[in-house]
């Protein structure tokens, strides 16, 4: 995108939406009778009650171009609507008495949506720009201040992966989830990610917010019928620390999909071994792996041998009640993990040999992860 459309784009999104102008308009006509019509600086029609009002697109340019703020012309009158002192739409209206105080009014109703979804559009650029670190300490305080977000309040960051495609329903579900009203912010990532800035109250800890991802969760499920996965960074005391929370949540939610992928719900301070996995270099992994199984495994450990692992492992190396959970006999379990112990010269039934072997399985999970993201 050129630099002149990032500018275009940027305006476009300040601007108020061309059907909330109509709606505004709409409302006016519905009670005084008076027809309107709203017109941008460059002579396009955004809104209209009539098709009997007609203007010259030359003459509108030119009136914006003016020093005057309203002028009345051939049975019209015409006022600005300004930006940060630059006119941006004309309204018009007949040129009785009534009419003019009728189109005055539309003119102060457009100024102070133009305000509100300027104001709005601020907030989102800054919240975007503080996660992701583009902004210096000086400039973090001095544009809270100015859009009146609090400096020194308790906030999480919940990061949500969504299916492609339904990013703005999930935007408007999570909307009328997180009010901004108590201090929650909603934003978007790119198309599969949105973030929720969560303000929490002080005797709120990470149980609190383990909840508060979880009933996300179940009514995305149940009532937007969306399937999301949830990561939360650590929670935060400081507005500059927010950046750190959603990076924490970042690396939960890629953490999550490797050695979690069970879980809807992934708490970064949660993560144990696989953080520190996903944190190592790959030929290091590699060098782990070839230590552990040489060229023999992992590719000979088909879904029984892990399915009766994972379980082992989960059991605290209890044979009894692993086998009763997996419904097979006891000697049909330690069978199995004779079997690994042959595969893999690890026998688990010896906290370090089970130890080593759960961070070697972790292991490969993340190099699988790193070969199909290649």
Same mark, same amino acid.
């Given at each position: 995108m050129s630099i002149s459309e990032a500018k275009k784009a940027e305006r476009g999104q300040r601007m108020v939406a &061309?059907?909330?102008?109509?709606? /505004?308009? *709409? *409302?006016?006509?519905?009670? &005084?009778? $008076? %027809?309107?019509? $709203? $017109? *941008?600086?460059?002579? @396009? @029609? $955004?809104?209209? &009650?009539s098709d009997r009002i007609s203007f010259d697109a030359d003459m509108i340019t030119a009136f914006a171009a003016s020093p005057a703020g309203s002028q009345t012309v051939a +049975? =019209?009158?015409? /006022?600005?609507? =300004?930006?940060? +002192? %630059?006119?941006?739409y004309v309204v018009l209206c007949g040129d009785s008495t009534e009419e003019i105080m009728i189109g005055r009014v539309a003119v102060a109703n457009i100024q102070s949506l133009i305000v509100a979804y300027k104001e709005r559009y601020d907030r989102n650029s800054f919240f975007q720009n503080l996660i992701l670190d583009n902004l210096l300490l000086v400039d973090i305080y001095n544009r809270a201040k100015k859009l009146h977000v609090e400096i020194k309040k308790t906030r999480v960051v919940l990061l949500l992966e969504i299916q492609s495609g339904k990013e703005s329903y999930a935007m408007e579900f999570l909307k009328g989830m997180f009010s901004a009203h108590s201090g929650d912010y909603v934003t978007a990532v790119d198309e599969r990610n949105l973030i929720v800035i969560k303000q929490l109250t002080d005797e709120n800890d990470y149980d609190a917010v383990r909840e508060i991802a979880e009933n996300t969760v179940a009514l995305m499920n149940t009532e937007a019928m969306m399937n999301v996965r949830i990561a939360y960074g650590t929670i935060v005391t400081e507005l500059k620390d927010v950046s750190k929370s959603y990076k924490e949540a970042k690396m939960a939610l890629d953490v999550g999909k490797i050695f979690y992928a069970q879980k809807d719900v992934v708490a970064y301070n949660m993560l144990g071994i696989g953080r520190l996995i996903y944190q190592l270099p790959v030929n290091l992994c590699q060098m782990f792996i070839e230590e552990i199984f040489g060229d023999k495994i992992p590719k000979e450990l088909d879904e029984e041998i892990l399915t009766t692992v994972n379980m082992f492992l989960e059991n605290n190396l209890n044979v009894s009640e692993t086998a009763r959970q997996l419904y097979v006999h006891r000697n049909t379990l330690l069978y199995r993990l004779e079997k690994l112990e042959k595969m893999s010269g690890l026998d688990i039934r010896i906290f370090d040999d089970a130890l080593t072997l759960k961070i070697a399985l972790m292991v490969v999970s993340y190099m699988k992860y790193l070969e199909n993201m290649e």
């Open positions: &061309t059907q909330i102008i109509q709606n /505004s308009i *709409d *409302d006016l006509k519905n009670i &005084t009778k $008076v %027809d309107l019509a $709203v $017109v *941008d600086v460059e002579g @396009m @029609m $955004v809104a209209k &009650t +049975g =019209y009158h015409y /006022s600005k609507i =300004y930006d940060e +002192g %630059d006119p941006v």
